[in-house]
């Protein structure tokens, strides 16, 4: 709907949506993660009391309340914990026209000890099971951020 | 812990559309439970408010809440939790001396924004949100996943459990008209659309407006206003953490905390036999069974057998009708009326002994539990 206020304003209102941008800053070691993106490079850390290894990476393991500043190079390759496929739009903000099946997967690489929320790609929805082997798919234009993972695949086959 | 009671309370008929404005849900709410308990807005010494600023389109939102809300010239807050949260710190506020008189509510219209697509910005900006994969409706489906794959149960129970929840809802006449199916099968819920596998529509509960309000006293003023006080004899509040991929997701380790510290205070040893109505806050009929479970109410992937019982969400739980800040705090006030013998139509009978509880965050992330006892 468009209100003329006057000659010169047009307001345009937007049924149910507001707009609300905000920065972040992400941090140094989610610094280090997004610049290891950049080389196609999953950094991982690790708690300096208990050794849990976390992916995507934080300064400080919530249960030992310990330091976890020391970085760790981790493979491409994981394992898929949890998955749910889905058609439905996830955000009327960003995937307004995605009617195709999205496949939201938990996936926790090799040496970590958590699992991240990523696409899984490259497979038809009927052959997803709990503890398949996956490797990422890095995006075709690089840019240290993470749409950089593009999604995880099934390695060999299914 | 010093005795605190519930004393009045009141529930705006939720609607997907209400058609009033927020303040006049509100101020329905507040001027009810006032009149159920028979006091006076002076009465009151403090009033907290349940909402949120991103539900609400505006910053500090509470500040045109004060005259609907009760708080005009008192003492006023507002919690960004869910409503029964909001509970505790006027329980607190009563605890601390300092108060005597509180009053509690929780407000959202959910009709007047996208709540699945808002909940993005719940989401952990460095990762979660740019990815953007991650609503009520995905972590509900990998919460079922985990549910179901932990203790070889089937879509099949999980449909049982919204069947049976809602054709309480039917019974509820606070429920939408939405959820009051009393001739729904499991086949219809297994039909349902899919949001996000294995969860279907029918699995989880309908957005909606609404307003709840109650008023919480000491002992010494609880007698004096009403003869079926209702007593808050136990509380526990635990937080896991943010990351669903750190999570075991068929179970809930914060309510199995907060459960046992609530359980604690009040004295309770054996909830199996010792709670008769358990008003619970989940946010998907599978998630109901996890938080009855992890509340001690029957054994890890034996949720199910409650629906026999009768004793889980007598009022149809969520599925009732979802109102985001108010749920937990309905869910209480449905455990109050199971006590107070006045759960018309879904009344069971003998309840003296409830728990209720309320939430935030993707999965149950953080769960607070009240146990609620009648007579002295």
């Known amino acids: 709907m468009t209100l003329n206020l006057d000659d010169e304003q047009d307001v345009t209102?937007?049924?149910?949506?507001?707009?609300?941008?905000?920065?972040?800053?992400?941090?140094?070691v989610m610094d280090k993660f997004y610049d290891g993106l950049q080389e196609k490079k999953f950094i991982g850390t690790k708690c300096s009391k208990c050794g849990k290894v976390f992916l995507?990476?934080?300064?400080?393991?919530?249960?030992?309340?310990?330091?976890?500043?020391?970085?760790?190079?981790?493979?491409?390759?994981?394992?898929?914990?949890?998955?749910?496929?889905?058609?439905?739009?996830?955000?009327?903000?960003?995937?307004?026209?995605?009617?195709?099946?999205?496949?939201?997967?938990?996936?926790?690489?090799?040496?970590?000890?958590?699992?991240?929320?990523?696409?899984?790609?490259?497979?038809?929805?009927?052959?997803?099971?709990?503890?398949?082997?996956?490797k990422v798919v890095w995006a075709k234009n690089i840019k240290g951020h993470p749409d950089d993972i593009a999604g995880f695949e099934p390695i060999g086959g299914v | 812990m010093d005795k605190v009671a519930i004393v009045g309370f009141y529930q705006v008929k939720p609607g997907l559309d209400i058609m009033m404005s927020p303040y006049e849900m509100l101020f329905e709410a507040t001027r009810g439970a006032l009149d159920h308990a028979g006091l006076k807005r002076d009465d009151l010494s403090t009033v907290i408010g349940c909402n949120n600023d991103y539900y609400d389109g505006k910053t500090i939102s509470n500040c045109f809440k004060v005259e609907a809300g009760g708080a005009y010239m008192k003492d006023e807050s507002k919690v960004e939790m869910d409503g029964a949260h909001a509970v505790m710190y006027g329980l607190m506020r009563i605890l601390s001396g300092n108060h005597k008189l509180a009053m509690v509510y929780g407000i959202s219209t959910p009709?007047?924004?996208?709540?699945?697509?808002?909940?993005?910005?719940?989401?952990?900006?460095?990762?979660?949100?740019?990815?953007?994969?991650?609503?009520?409706?995905?972590?509900?489906?990998?919460?079922?996943?985990?549910?179901?794959n932990a203790f070889g149960l089937s879509e099949e129970d999980i449909a049982k459990v919204a069947v049976y929840n809602l054709k309480n809802a039917a019974k509820n006449p606070l429920a939408i008209p939405e959820a009051q199916k009393s001739n729904i099968?499991?086949?219809?819920?297994?039909?349902?659309?899919?949001?996000?596998?294995?969860?279907?529509?029918?699995?989880?509960?309908?957005?909606?407006?609404?307003?709840?309000?109650?008023?919480?006293?000491?002992?010494?003023?609880?007698?004096?206003?009403?003869?079926?006080?209702?007593?808050?004899?136990?509380?526990?509040?635990?937080?896991?953490?943010?990351?669903?991929?750190?999570?075991?997701?068929?179970?809930?380790?914060?309510?199995?905390?907060?459960?046992?510290?609530?359980?604690?205070?009040?004295?309770?040893?054996?909830?199996?036999?010792?709670?008769?109505?358990?008003?619970?806050?989940?946010?998907?009929?599978?998630?109901?069974?996890?938080?009855?479970?992890?509340?001690?109410?029957?054994?890890?992937?034996?949720?199910?057998?409650?629906?026999d019982t009768g004793k889980l969400n007598p009022s149809g739980g969520t599925m009732a009708g979802y109102t985001p800040s108010v749920n937990g705090l309905t869910r209480i006030v449905e455990a109050v009326k199971q006590i107070r013998g006045e759960a018309e139509g879904y009344q069971i009978s003998g309840a003296n002994k409830a728990i209720a509880s309320g939430q935030v965050g993707f999965c149950a992330q953080n769960n607070i539990i009240y146990v609620l006892e009648g007579g002295e």
């Open chain 2, 185 to 307: 099968t499991v086949d219809e819920v297994l039909n349902s659309e899919i949001l996000s596998t294995p969860l279907r529509k029918l699995m989880y509960p309908i957005l909606c407006d609404g307003v709840t309000a109650l008023i919480l006293a000491p002992e010494r003023q609880a007698r004096k206003i009403t003869d079926k006080p209702v007593w808050i004899t136990g509380v526990g509040h635990f937080n896991d953490t943010y990351y669903l991929g750190d999570r075991d997701l068929s179970t809930s380790s914060s309510m199995e905390k907060a459960a046992e510290k609530a359980y604690k205070i009040a004295g309770i040893n054996d909830p199996k036999s010792e709670i008769n109505v358990a008003e619970l806050f989940g946010h998907t009929a599978c998630e109901d069974l996890i938080l009855a479970e992890a509340a001690g109410l029957a054994d890890k992937g034996k949720g199910l057998s409650l629906i």
């Open chain 1, 56 to 134: 995507p990476p934080r300064n400080r393991c919530g249960d030992c309340f310990a330091k976890a500043e020391d970085f760790i190079d981790l493979p491409e390759t994981g394992i898929l914990k949890n998955f749910t496929v889905t058609n439905i739009k996830i955000s009327e903000r960003k995937s307004r026209n995605v009617k195709k099946d999205q496949i939201v997967g938990l996936v926790q690489i090799d040496g970590a000890d958590t699992a991240m929320i990523v696409p899984v790609l490259n497979i038809n929805p009927e052959d997803l099971k709990t503890g398949m082997k996956l």
């Open chain 1, 13 to 28: 209102i937007t049924k149910g949506m507001v707009r609300a941008e905000f920065n972040f800053w992400v941090g140094i």
């Open chain 2, 111 to 148: 009709s007047c924004f996208p709540y699945e697509s808002v909940r993005i910005l719940e989401t952990d900006p460095t990762f979660d949100r740019p990815i953007n994969l991650l609503n009520g409706y995905t972590a509900g489906g990998m919460q079922m996943r985990a549910y179901l």
